[in-house]
Structures are given as structure tokens and as C-alpha cells.
């Protein structure tokens, strides 16, 4: 099994940048879909953006579009996310995750690490 490790965090004002970094070890993600989640504190996990690791295909939330760019470093077998604009609403922990399609109801192939910590001040 692939293990994942999120990194990248920070704290940052509202208009700046992180970048999140999900490294894959034990395998690689070529025959996989990578994706991002968040979790807010008191909310649930929610979807931010996820590519297609075999043709680099993307798509995004509809509150992170033209905000975050998702994008993969085949050298390194790395998931990169990268924020800019960031807004106090986009505090959470974010987490990676792969699956083997990206139909609905797919289920995770990995377990769920510890996330990296956005916190975003105004």
C-alpha cells in the first residue's frame, strides 16, 4: 500500500500562498487519482481538487477555482497544491488521498494520514 505523507503548512495572511506537497512512498501513483481534501474545524471532509495521475487531468471545487492549481512531479511521485489568494475560510487541515477512479462513492486506497494545517488570518 501506498503511504502518504502531507506537508506544506502553514500559517499565512489573507491574500497569501502555500504550497502542499503529497508524497506517495511504498509505490507510486501512476495508475491513480489523487486528491485533496480539507477539514475545517467542526465541519466535515470536503473535496478541494484531484488529478488524474496517467494524463494529468484536473478538476477543481467551485470555491478553489482560479485559486489553487493542482499538479503532479513525476520525478518525485508528488501531488503538488498550490494556494494562492488564500481567504480565512480556507483554515483547515488538508489531506491526501488516491483512488482507482473517480466515480462517485469510490472508495480511498490509502489511509488517511495526519494532514498538513492551513490557518489563513485576517
Known amino acids: 500500500q501506498v503511504q502518504l505523507v502531507e506537508s506544506g503548512g502553514g500559517s499565512v495572511q489573507t491574500g497569501g500562498s502555500l504550497r502542499l506537497s503529497c508524497a506517495a512512498s511504498?509505490?507510486?501513483?501512476?495508475?491513480?487519482?489523487v486528491y485533496w481534501f480539507r477539514q475545517a474545524p467542526g465541519k466535515g471532509r470536503e473535496f478541494v481538487a484531484r488529478i488524474t495521475w496517467s494524463d494529468a487531468s484536473t478538476y477543481y471545487a467551485d470555491f478553489v477555482k482560479g485559486r489553487f492549481t493542482i499538479s503532479r512531479d513525476i520525478d518525485k511521485n508528488t501531488v503538488l497544491l498550490e494556494m494562492n489568494s488564500l481567504r480565512p475560510e480556507d483554515t483547515a487541515v488538508y489531506y491526501c488521498n488516491y483512488y482507482w477512479s473517480t466515480t462517485v462513492g469510490a472508495v480511498p486506497q490509502g489511509s488517511w494520514g495526519q494532514g498538513t494545517q492551513v490557518t489563513v488570518s485576517s
Open positions: 511504498g509505490g507510486t501513483f501512476s495508475r491513480y487519482v
